[in-house]
């Protein structure tokens, strides 16, 4: 087991490497972690050390330019992860005493720089950690500054839902978010699985604390696997049965593959495509583990349907892929994205949702759905598409979180009893 300070340091320095190497914080976290002999509660700290600083980044440099000489623009680059993770948990770690936060910090410094980094964050403390955000005259500046989101970000949101609304959602991406199972009800009772769990119970999914030794265990013995319950849900608006033969267009990592699988029983065909080769076998491992053999994985591009499948599938799913706003409180990255990168989207989206259209029998559903809450990739797409494929018409669906409206519904992101994320869903039927 390491020790609390030995914790930190690991953490700086996979902060540091992020900064370098730009690479996605959740590969780094599980590099490090299947490397390590980290007790629950040191793998919870690590975890939590690295997502938040990446998180908080934005925030947590305005402090930094705050307090240092100069808007603290020559700082090497291990002194500012240093200062970071100090920051971090003097403002967020609540069960972290502060001196035990700058001492971690100052130790994780380079020797050259800890008298200065004990300066900045005492200097913080002695001014109650006291930093000022930009007038809430200007919107963007003022909540890209307080929710460490990019500006571009900011935009994108308040174009879709007003500066109001904006700051409901972005306050909600900051809260840690829970974690979220779906369980194999073929092997496991639900009810039987949230007592076992000591979870929150929503139809097939249990929603629990933390991702412990337990939940590890519980997924690599097929009894559930991880998913949110707004990915659940879009499963269930899906509506497969038994029998019934599924096209799962952009499948990849297999979470609403496997949901749809159990809600068929493990009877009839799950066609599931991902444009990635390498990630198929996650899919191919999951349904192995979890003794689904009506699923099979295949390479192909979602905007180059499979013509041996065309208008023969009962269901066809295209989550497609998306800017992934919905879900920045479980993938920090996120919150830094451009438009320049947000705004050629929902061209591909069209295009892999066309492609989908084409598996789709007489009488037969298609679910379009994405984890983001940009009305340009949602809203626009679907009605884009509807103007394009006249055979095509909404489907309304009444789910436990919410009711469509003209065939669609947004999910906002909520914590606590109910713990969603951002996410959009919208279902067709073809008529003719």
Known sequence: MKNGNDVRRLAAASLLRLEKDGRFSNIEINTVLGRSAFSDADRALFTRLVYGVTERRITLDLIIAQYAKNGGGNIDPETVTALRLGLYQLLYADRIPDHAAVSSAVDAAPARSRGF???????????????????????????????SVSEDVCRVLIRSWGEVKTEEILSRMSLTPAVTLRINDMVLDPGRAATILGGNRCGSAVTVLSFDGRVRRGIDEGLWFAQDLASVMCTEALGA???????????????????????????????????????????????????????????????????????????????????????????????????????????????????????????????????TLNRAENDDVVDGFLESHPDFAPDDFELPVGKSHKGALTLFPSRGNLELDGFFIARFVKTT
């Not at 005492?122 to 930093?131: D, I, P, T, V």
């Not at 992934?324 to 919150?335: D, Q, S």
């Open 117 to 147: 980094v004990n300066g900045i964050l005492r200097e913080f403390l002695r001014r109650g950690k006291r930093f000022d955000l930009p007038d809430r005259s200007d919107a963007v500046k003022n909540l890209s500054a307080a929710h």
């Open 241 to 371: 049965v038994p029998g019934d033969v599924v096209a799962d267009v952009c499948a990849a990592p297999g979470g609403k593959t496997f949901s749809t699988a159990l809600k068929m029983k493990n009877d009839g065909v799950i066609h599931a495509f991902d444009i990635h080769e390498n990630k198929l076998s996650l899919i191919r491992r999951g349904a192995e583990r979890m003794e689904l053999g009506i699923i099979r994985a295949e390479a192909r591009d979602g905007r180059d349907p499979d013509p041996e499948l065309r208008a023969k599938c009962d269901r066809v799913l295209c989550d497609a892929p998306c800017s992934g706003l919905g879900v920045m409180a479980k993938k920090p990255e996120l919150r830094y994205k451009t438009e320049k990168e947000i705004d050629g989207l929902p061209g591909v989206q069209s295009g892999v949702l066309a492609g989908a259209a084409e598996y789709v029998r007489p009488g037969g559903v298609l679910v379009y759905s994405t984890c």
